[in-house]
């Protein structure tokens, strides 16, 4: 048994040796088409399909497509208040997206936040060295970046936007509306499949857009700076290039908009959703609950900023192009959550 044992920690050492020189490569920007040979053994369709079922067709569009019913009372009230109070859709428009994006980011950061300042339940944070903390230098110009961002560039970007991108495509902000109201609210099974629809083509563009980041000129030039907290925060999720921002972010966010239009309570669900995820998937954190948390991708995107090499994005997509050799070397999500800080 204590032979075993030893045999155990001396293979688990060999794989971080390894993974660890696949590091200081793809530091220098050479991770776009990781591969170990020969290939490690990769989950089962099975598995996969589970975890998707779960993470994504329930956690995600059943639990929006419930929300949009919820919440459709506050949106009718809402507009309907907007429209006597000569409040026009534009600045109706951006005033909501932007609370519900400053919103969701203190109300899920802060308290991510006072976990990692005070060392609150860390027998939940996933595996971290002393070198992967962030430095108060790295807080500070995080800081001033988000309140630019918060206050300035997502008031003014929503502001620009609308009459160019969100009032042509999205439903019941036409002159035919006269109270906001006339569109009717989707059902369930509407409100499901248009955010399912979302869902896949920001998966799928943040995937190829990701992945081309991580080529040599392009991580050098832009997506390093996203790297520059190797153990991911969850308030550094939106930290990045203002390329990249626009290109690996926006963009895939509203991507499903250029096909299918969105009723806009669907829509700013579906903001909501997206941002509660990216702030989740950087915390560092097992949830602890099966019921609310994600923590096959939250494992998956931070072995991502820990060891930066493949895992480029949802756990499906890199299962299919086969970019998340090194994550299975050392067993994927069961061997990751094994490693200790050190």
């Not at 109300?107 to 300042?117: A, E, I, K, M, S």
């Not at 832009?222 to 930290?239: C, L, M, P, W």
Request: proline share 4%; with cysteine; glycine share 8%.
């Amino acid at each position: 048994m204590h032979g075993d044992a030893m045999a155990e920690n001396n293979q688990e050492d060999q794989v971080n040796a390894a993974i660890n020189t696949a590091i200081l490569v793809d530091r220098n920007g050479t991770g776009s088409s990781p591969r170990i040979r020969p290939r490690p053994q990769y989950p089962s369709f099975a598995t996969i399909g589970c975890h998707f079922l779960d993470i994504y067709l329930i956690k995600q569009c059943l639990l929006g497509a419930l929300l949009v019913q919820w919440l459709a009372p506050w949106y009718r009230s809402s507009r309907s208040f907007a429209r006597e109070n000569d409040v026009d859709d534009r600045w109706y428009f951006t005033a909501v997206l932007c609370l519900v994006h400053t919103g969701l980011y203190l109300g899920v950061n802060l308290p991510y936040f006072v976990r990692d300042t005070y060392q609150v339940h860390q027998s939940l944070k996933l595996f971290r060295k002393p070198s992967m903390q962030a430095s108060r230098n790295q807080l500070s110009k995080l800081a001033l970046d988000q309140v630019i961002g918060q206050l300035i560039v997502s008031p003014i970007s929503a502001y620009v936007a609308f009459p160019i991108l969100f009032q042509p495509l999205l439903l019941g902000f036409d002159s035919s509306d006269s109270d906001g109201t006339a569109t009717g609210i989707p059902s369930v099974a509407g409100s499901f499949l248009q955010l399912l629809f979302c869902l896949l083509a920001n998966d799928t563009l943040f995937y190829v857009m990701h992945r081309l980041l991580h080529s040599k000129w392009l991580y050098k030039s832009i997506h390093k700076q996203h790297h520059e907290f190797v153990g991911a925060v969850s308030y550094a999720a939106e930290y990045a290039h203002p390329l990249e921002g626009l290109l690996a972010n926006q963009l895939p966010t509203v991507s499903g908009l250029f096909v299918w239009r969105m009723h806009p309570l669907c829509f700013f669900i579906w903001i909501g959703l997206r941002l509660q995820e990216t702030y989740e998937t950087h915390s560092g954190y097992r949830s602890g609950s099966i019921v609310f948390g994600k923590d096959y991708q939250v494992a998956h995107h931070d072995f991502h900023h820990s060891y930066n090499q493949g895992n480029f994005g949802a756990f499906y997509l890199d299962w299919m192009f086969g970019t998340m050799d090194h994550y299975q070397a050392m067993s994927g999500y069961e061997g990751y959550l094994k490693l200790k800080s050190s």
